[in-house]
């Protein structure tokens, strides 16, 4: 009985642990990009409710996959966890911090084209990518945030965010759309722009992008 209640603490305290570690990162990230740990378990806890679809049945919508066109057989969607809510992060960044327009092109196309050659389209399972290729994005948006925004430490970390979750929503989602819904199939399937491992992706992205970035930019300040 003893062992038994044992083990059920340490799979507990195991478990809290993690929330713990996960917590201190996440706020980490968001504190980085100047938001407070509030906003931090706003925008992960609500990205996580509506991007697994876990309120769909609550609110009658389906939040995770909400529609958009149809495609012959293929019914496109958004993701308002997995896309929206990042996108709307995203511009409030970028206006806050008036992040420069065409550098964040620059960034954004080579964020894109990586997370374009580490996925691919399948048809039962969407958008997917293997580790550790799906890494690649996180360090382009982290290194591309250093050299294009040199000398801008207060701007490198939302340049990386923005850069990182709007790269792989463009060059893992959008540009593979086209091949993924000229897949034959025989019955009603949906494509979701920000769904399935795509979510897992952008919200790496962004939080590690940032993460690393902040690394990086303290190493180059204490070598100045």
Known sequence: MVDAWLA???IVGFFVGVGVL?????SRAFR???LSAAVAVLVVGGSFLLGEGILDGVVGVPLSALPLV???LWRVGVNVGGAVIPLILCVYLVVRHRLPWGRLLVGLVLVASVAFVVT???ASRGIVSRFPWWLLPVVVAS????VLMHGRWRTAAPFAYVTGVCGVLL???VLHLPAL???VITESRTAVIGGASVFDMVFTTGLLAVLLDGLLMYQEKKEK
Do not use: R
């Open 120 to 122: 691919v389209p399948d």
């Open 32 to 34: 980085l990009l100047g």
């Open 143 to 146: 290194v591309g945030s250093v």
């Open 8 to 10: 059920v603490l340490l």
């Open 181 to 183: 819904l000229g897949t």
């Open 171 to 173: 060059g893992a989602d």
């Open 22 to 26: 996960l917590f201190v990162v996440v």
């Open 70 to 72: 149809s495609v012959g």
